[in-house]
């Protein structure tokens, strides 16, 4: 049986007040449970898009869904929805406002109104996902990037989300802590969580996501698993994107070895380096 949408975007169009159309009847959906990654160039709609899921830009026309109800405007309606639905900005400076990481972190549970044992017990939970218990005193300027990042992430998590939206995740983090992240993600998504991110980055995209959506001057060009995203050469060079490292390696591979065709393309470099020694 098919997993119902959790948020569902019907002919959604939005126009920013310097006249710069972000959104062009936008229907998708994502389903409960997935781990899905936004392509696109900038200015392609993503961010955007977003900020719709949650409620924080309103369609000019269309409509949003949240399990399967009409997402509406009125103060009470947003709050619940945005403490079901949290997104992660890219620069995690816009989200982080407190003097220490423990105030920022808590900020949220606060504002819902728990009792202080339990928005105690819900920080310190987010702070043990995040792994960032050592940070819990630290003041919030003196934090790497990195560590800024995962604090925004612990924010959201003290909500108890839903579904988590990610802007460009590992924009500016290094590659073990890229890792690490993904890693948390997966945790995250094993628990229930629906994960949602946007990224430029075809090699996160290839080696995380089950599903991609393809964003193209405020349309989506097209959904689907990533191999039959990235196998689409019409629709690559139409957006802009490269194929992976892994995907390139094994369609040459397979082009000059005895690889079934109907094997499976390796997602990840381990299983790539598995597949090369197999065949030397």
């Known amino acids: 049986m098919s997993r119902p949408y959790i948020i ?18 936008v229907s998708t959906g994502i ?21 719709h899921f949650n409620g924080i830009l309103r369609p000019a026309s269309g409509t949003i869904l949240f399990n399967d109800k009409t997402v509406l405007y009125d103060r009470r309606s947003l709050r619940e929805l945005r403490s079901k639905i949290q997104i992660v900005f890219q ?28 928005v105690k017990r819900r920080v310190d939970a987010a702070l043990l996902t995040v792994d960032i218990e050592h940070l819990r005193d630290k003041v919030t300027h003196s934090l790497s990037h990195g560590e800024k990042k995962r604090v925004a992430i612990a924010g959201a998590l003290v909500m108890n989300p839903e579904v988590l939206i990610i802007d460009e995740p590992t924009a500016c983090v290094d590659p073990r802590h890229q890792q690490n992240l993904l890693d948390l993600f997966d945790k995250l998504n094993s628990k229930g969580t629906t994960i949602l991110l946007s990224t430029h980055d075809v090699e996160l995209a290839w080696q995380w996501a089950d599903r991609l959506i393809v964003m193209h001057k405020g ?14 050469e019409h629709l690559t060079q139409k957006t802009g994107l490269c194929k992976p490292l892994a ?30 020694n197999k065949k030397l």
């Open 8 to 25: 569902e975007a019907q002919n959604v169009s939005y126009t920013y007040p310097d006249g710069t159309t972000a959104l062009s009847t």
């Open 31 to 51: 389903k409960q449970g997935e781990k899905i990654a936004v392509l696109g160039e900038n200015g392609a709609g993503k961010t955007t898009l977003f900020l």
């Open 91 to 118: 620069d995690p400076d816009t989200q982080l406002f407190s003097a220490r990481v423990y105030q920022d972190i808590s900020f949220g549970a606060l504002n819902l109104g728990l009792p202080q044992d339990e």
């Open 219 to 232: 349309t989506i060009a097209r959904e689907g698993d990533p191999y039959t995203i990235f196998s689409n």
């Open 247 to 276: 995907l390139e390696v094994f369609d040459a591979l397979r082009q000059q070895t005895s690889i079934p065709s109907d094997a499976a393309p390796p997602r990840n470099k381990q299983t790539l380096l598995a597949m090369l």
